[in-house]
């Protein structure tokens, strides 16, 4: 077999593989409530079958053979030679977690499953696989017509009545058609990445003594495949965190007066054009008191005031905070909170943490539903315009000189009750041309858990600004991550305001 | 003219890799199937010349589907896929009227024999 064509066999394996095992291990679930039902072990040795055929076409023989093992366990209960109770079943549970982890391993080893194609829809229809590359194409092409749409329709404003006024109109219905399909066309669903949880999850459990359950729940939302191919990493590391810390010994859980089964949750629900994606576990809580003194030691924070959650997660995901105190003893997998930040802020996406003493802990990531389109804040200094993704933008508030200071000899601005760091654009950009105006707007926005005001010379607008890639001449700055063209047909370049601080 | 296939398994997977031993071998694809009830309701529709037919599949295994398959036309051509250690049930698939086998997992040029021999039989 070419690298070419395993590949692709790589790629279906990891997507029918997953999705089987899933659905056995939800069969599994079922067959506790009606041990003597016959069904669910002949659906199950179906799955087990399955997954051995495509492990051994692919040369996966350890994965074959320990598949075939559990097979083996299994045709007992088929053949009437064993009765299927809790016992049993328990130990089955745990034979299919430890085969969908020896599955994501087996990926892994082949370099991941980056060339998996789009999830197949019904059974009926005609698949035409598609790699994502040739979707980029379509979708840069689709860019250009949006930005040549709007300078058609700015020409055609001049007369609503015109014949070309009319055309643009018919041409704008088109677009908007095309560009929800293609956009469809780049749809997968959540649950090939939230499937992968659950197992891993138990797994780990088991290892550290403890007992967990993990719900899975909308998972049917569909979001672009390269949102779906950044997730994987941030999830575990949510997953692995609140199973190895969040969640408590079952001794400890029956002292709390709690059910002794750790209960952790990952939730998906869409938000106006955002997908978020919850992580809930109903363990300890997150001991603040504890971090702080931590934090005061080190020097990040100063006085007694209790955190809040905001500044909680700022603390924690301070590159090295947290991997050097708690999180290295979990399994050696994995990033830290400060990359899982900063990966998810590279792609405009957010991280948000909620945490009770003694009830539990919830992570929030909020995505966007598909990259390449980022609703921004543009804003001006002298003519230039550069545009900053609204997700990190908190508030607008005015420039006001008498409430700032010079601190450590870093400009810092009074808001409400909070001195935030000032970034100026203009030194910012080393930007020589007229003098700013007299009033200027200060945009407070918030990146790896830190608040900033930037300011501008002045707000222009919010747009759906479409991302092109831009030449990097050598020396431009990295948190200059691309151009777009706005209405005025004008450019303007986008800013990561994650990376500028 | 290319010979028709209708190509009868529950996973994705091993519906690809058969085809895509069959296309090397110059044979076209007539159509997929998932499960044994499919297998027969296709097989109807499309008149292929030749079936392969995986063993283990939900609604209708692959026994079974053969059975109705032959009652429909006795002189379908069938070529069982089986898996390690399933003789019996190839023994089976035969007795209901399978012309062959191929074991997984696949080698392609023992398949195109196989295919060759069942459609020239």
Same mark, same amino acid.
């Given at each position: 077999?070419?690298?070419?064509?395993?590949?692709?066999?790589?790629?279906?394996?990891?997507?029918?593989?997953?999705?089987?095992?899933?659905?056995?291990?939800?069969?599994?679930?079922?067959?506790?409530?009606?041990?003597?039902?016959?069904?669910?072990?002949?659906?199950?040795?179906?799955?087990?079958?399955?997954?051995?055929?495509?492990?051994?076409?692919?040369?996966?023989?350890?994965?074959?053979?320990?598949?075939?093992?559990?097979?083996?366990?299994?045709?007992?209960?088929?053949?009437?030679?064993?009765?299927?109770?809790?016992?049993?079943?328990?130990?089955?549970?745990?034979?299919?977690?430890?085969?969908?982890?020896?599955?994501?391993?087996?990926?892994?080893?082949?370099?991941?499953?980056?060339?998996?194609?789009?999830?197949?829809?019904?059974?009926?229809?005609?698949?035409?696989?598609?790699?994502?590359?040739?979707?980029?194409?379509?979708?840069?092409?689709?860019?250009?017509?949006?930005?040549?749409?709007?300078?058609?329709?700015?020409?055609?404003?001049?007369?609503?009545?015109?014949?070309?006024?009319?055309?643009?109109?018919?041409?704008?219905?088109?677009?908007?058609?095309?560009?929800?399909?293609?956009?469809?066309?780049?749809?997968?669903?959540?649950?090939?990445?939230?499937?992968?949880?659950?197992?891993?999850?138990?797994?780990?459990?088991?290892?550290?003594?403890?007992?967990?359950?993990?719900?899975?729940?909308?998972?049917?939302?569909?979001?672009?495949?390269?949102?779906?191919?950044?997730?994987?990493?941030?999830?575990?590391?949510?997953?692995?965190?609140?199973?190895?810390?969040?969640?408590?010994?079952?001794?400890?859980?029956?002292?709390?007066?709690?059910?002794?089964?750790?209960?952790?949750?990952?939730?998906?629900?869409?938000?106006?054009?955002?997908?978020?994606?919850?992580?809930?576990?109903?363990?300890?809580?997150?001991?603040?008191?504890?971090?702080?003194?931590?934090?005061?030691?080190?020097?990040?924070?100063?006085?007694?005031?209790?955190?809040?959650?905001?500044?909680?997660?700022?603390?924690?995901?301070?590159?090295?905070?947290?991997?050097?105190?708690?999180?290295?003893?979990?399994?050696?997998?994995?990033?830290?909170?400060?990359?899982?930040?900063?990966?998810?802020?590279?792609?405009?996406?957010?991280?948000?943490?909620?945490?009770?003493?003694?009830?539990?802990?919830?992570?929030?990531?909020?995505?966007?539903?598909?990259?390449?389109?980022?609703?921004?804040?543009?804003?001006?200094?002298?003519?230039?315009?550069?545009?900053?993704?609204?997700?990190?933008?908190?508030?607008?508030?005015?420039?006001?000189?008498?409430?700032?200071?010079?601190?450590?000899?870093?400009?810092?601005?009074?808001?409400?009750?909070?001195?935030?760091?000032?970034?100026?654009?203009?030194?910012?950009?080393?930007?020589?041309?007229?003098?700013?105006?007299?009033?200027?707007?200060?945009?407070?926005?918030?990146?790896?858990?830190?608040?900033?005001?930037?300011?501008?010379?002045?707000?222009?607008?919010?747009?759906?600004?479409?991302?092109?890639?831009?030449?990097?001449?050598?020396?431009?700055?990295?948190?200059?991550?691309?151009?777009?063209?706005?209405?005025?047909?004008?450019?303007?370049?986008?800013?990561?305001?994650?990376?500028?601080? | 003219?290319?010979?028709?296939?209708?190509?009868?398994?529950? @996973? =994705?997977?091993?519906?690809?890799?058969? #085809?895509? $031993? %069959?296309?090397?071998?110059?044979?076209?694809?007539?159509?997929?199937?998932?499960?044994?009830?499919?297998?027969?309701?296709?097989?109807?529709?499309?008149?292929?010349?030749?079936?392969?037919?995986?063993?283990?599949?939900?609604?209708?295994?692959?026994?079974?589907?053969?059975? @109705? =398959?032959?009652?429909?036309?006795?002189? #379908?051509? $069938? %070529?069982?896929?089986?898996?390690?250690?399933?003789?019996?049930?190839?023994?089976?698939?035969?007795?209901?009227?399978?012309?062959?086998?191929?074991?997984?997992?696949?080698?392609?040029?023992?398949?195109?024999?196989?295919?060759?021999?069942?459609?020239?039989?």
């Amino acid at each position: 077999m070419t690298d070419l064509r395993r590949a692709k066999y790589v790629a279906l394996f990891a997507t029918e593989a997953r999705s089987l095992l899933a659905g056995g291990r939800r069969t599994l679930d079922a067959w506790r409530d009606t041990p003597a039902d016959a069904a669910p072990a002949e659906e199950l040795f179906r799955v087990l079958h399955t997954v051995k055929g495509m492990a051994a076409s692919l040369d996966f023989t350890a994965l074959a053979e320990r598949v075939h093992a559990v097979e083996t366990t299994l045709s007992e209960v088929r053949e009437g030679r064993r009765v299927a109770d809790r016992g049993w079943l328990s130990l089955l549970a745990q034979d299919l977690d430890d085969l969908a982890i020896r599955c994501e391993d087996a990926i892994l080893a082949e370099g991941g499953d980056a060339a998996a194609p789009e999830a197949p829809a019904a059974a009926a229809t005609r698949i035409v696989r598609v790699d994502l590359e040739r979707l980029d194409r379509l979708f840069e092409a689709l860019g250009a017509l949006v930005t040549a749409r709007q300078e058609l329709d700015r020409q055609a404003a001049a007369d609503a009545l015109s014949p070309v006024a009319r055309a643009a109109q018919a041409l704008g219905r088109h677009l908007d058609r095309l560009q929800d399909d293609i956009l469809a066309v780049r749809l997968a669903p959540l649950a090939e990445v939230l499937e992968r949880l659950p197992p891993v999850g138990r797994d780990l459990a088991r290892q550290l003594g403890k007992d967990v359950e993990v719900v899975i729940d909308g998972d049917d939302l569909e979001v672009d495949r390269a949102v779906l191919d950044l997730l994987p990493e941030p999830l575990l590391h949510l997953l692995r965190n609140a199973v190895g810390h969040g969640l408590e010994s079952p001794d400890e859980r029956r002292t709390a007066g709690k059910r002794p089964i750790g209960r952790l949750t990952v939730q998906a629900h869409r938000d106006r054009d955002a997908v978020v994606i919850e992580v809930r576990d109903d363990g300890r809580g997150i001991d603040r008191e504890r971090v702080a003194a931590k934090a005061r030691a080190a020097g990040i924070i100063e006085g007694d005031d209790a955190l809040g959650d905001d500044a909680l997660l700022a603390i924690l995901a301070r590159p090295g905070f947290s991997t050097a105190t708690e999180l290295t003893e979990l399994s050696g997998r994995g990033v830290g909170l400060d990359t899982v930040v900063a990966r998810l802020h590279a792609v405009g996406a957010s991280l948000t943490l909620t945490t009770v003493a003694g009830r539990g802990t919830a992570f929030t990531i909020r995505l966007p539903t598909r990259l390449g389109i980022v609703r921004s804040l543009v804003t001006g200094v002298g003519e230039e315009r550069y545009a900053v993704p609204l997700t990190h933008v908190r508030e607008l508030v005015a420039w006001d000189p008498a409430a700032t200071r010079i601190d450590d000899g870093r400009t810092v601005l009074r808001l409400r009750e909070e001195w935030l760091p000032v970034l100026d654009l203009r030194r910012l950009l080393r930007y020589h041309g007229a003098a700013p105006p007299t009033e200027r707007p200060a945009v407070v926005f918030e990146a790896n858990g830190q608040r900033i005001a930037l300011l501008a010379d002045r707000v222009v607008g919010q747009v759906e600004a479409v991302v092109q890639p831009i030449e990097r001449p050598r020396g431009m700055p990295r948190w200059i991550t691309g151009a777009t063209v706005l209405d005025d047909g004008r450019p303007a370049l986008l800013l990561d305001l994650a990376s500028v601080v | 003219m290319a010979q028709r296939i209708l190509i009868c398994d529950d @996973a =994705i997977f091993m519906r690809t890799m058969i #085809a895509d $031993i %069959l296309t090397s071998g110059g044979y076209e694809v007539a159509g997929e199937a998932e499960s044994g009830l499919q297998a027969v309701e296709r097989y109807k529709a499309l008149q292929p010349d030749l079936v392969t037919m995986d063993i283990v599949m939900p609604d209708m295994g692959g026994i079974d589907a053969v059975r @109705a =398959i032959i009652a429909h036309d006795p002189n #379908a051509r $069938i %070529l069982m896929c089986s898996a390690m250690g399933q003789q019996q049930l190839v023994v089976e698939a035969v007795q209901a009227g399978a012309k062959d086998f191929v074991v997984k997992p696949f080698q392609p040029a023992r398949v195109l024999e196989a295919v060759k021999r069942v459609l020239g039989g």
